[in-house]
């Protein structure tokens, strides 16, 4: 597989990806997948058996735009996204994008005697953001989600929604140009949901895009399109 989308920094491991911008996506497109494919292999040896999960995926996200991707449970969303930000090769298919990408993983990957604060500064700097920047996109991010009270406690103190709420802050932190977030509302309260659907509105409106794995019928109104991962393919729903 070729692909241009780095390797997440050490610093964060999974929690956020940021790389330089790419000149090979299609005008207007931000993300664009062409092509993936991956099977696992599953069994013992030596009865082990390659069992595809994604057959040749195809999925572009244009600038601006908010897209659903949904699927029953093992139909490869996570995996695709994965492969997406570059947490996970893909056997075969391309990746191209333009701009840096923000990723938040279903489970949380933190330091458990870290601070919110200091995850933020850690962060900040495998990004390679200023002091100053840093400083204040925290601010905003407390602000938008609510959790400025917690900036000094441990992540290991945290409850399950604050948690959230700063797994998705760290992909939030250098204002990534995509989005990619794998059920990022799951703890959250309704306040925060609706809080959560804020922020989303506030990114479309400044050109941000969003790709979010999401399982709730009743979000539907809420994407620009929602695709839909079958028989290892996505499709329009």
């Not at 241009?4 to 790389?19: D, F, H, I, L, Q």
């Amino acid at each position: 597989m070729t692909s241009n989308v780095a390797e997440p920094p050490k610093a964060g491991t999974s929690a956020a990806v940021v790389a330089p911008a790419s000149p090979t996506t299609t005008p207007g497109i931000v993300l664009e997948a062409s092509g993936i494919t991956k099977a696992y292999r599953r069994g013992m040896w030596p009865a082990r058996r390659r069992t595809p999960v994604l057959r040749g995926v195809d999925l572009e996200l244009a600038a601006g735009e908010v897209v659903g991707l949904v699927g029953e449970n093992g139909s490869g969303k996570s995996t695709l996204m994965k492969i997406l930000v570059g947490d996970l090769a893909a056997d075969t298919g391309t990746i191209t994008r333009d701009g840096r990408i923000g990723y938040c993983p279903q489970e949380p990957v933190v330091y458990e005697r870290l601070t919110c604060d200091e995850h933020f500064e850690l962060f900040g700097r495998a990004y390679g953001l200023t002091e100053h920047a840093e400083r204040a996109s925290r601010a905003r991010i407390y602000a938008q989600l609510g959790f400025d009270r917690c900036a000094t406690t441990r992540a290991d103190r945290l409850s399950g929604g604050t948690l959230s709420k700063l797994n998705l802050g760290l992909a939030l932190l250098a204002d990534p140009e995509v989005l990619l977030l794998d059920e990022p509302y799951a703890g959250f309260d309704f306040d925060t949901y609706l809080k959560f659907w804020n922020l989303v509105a506030q990114r479309r409106q400044a050109g941000r895009s969003v790709l979010i794995i999401s399982h709730f019928v009743t979000d539907e109104e809420r994407f620009d399109r929602i695709v839909q991962l079958r028989d290892g393919r996505a499709v329009p729903r």
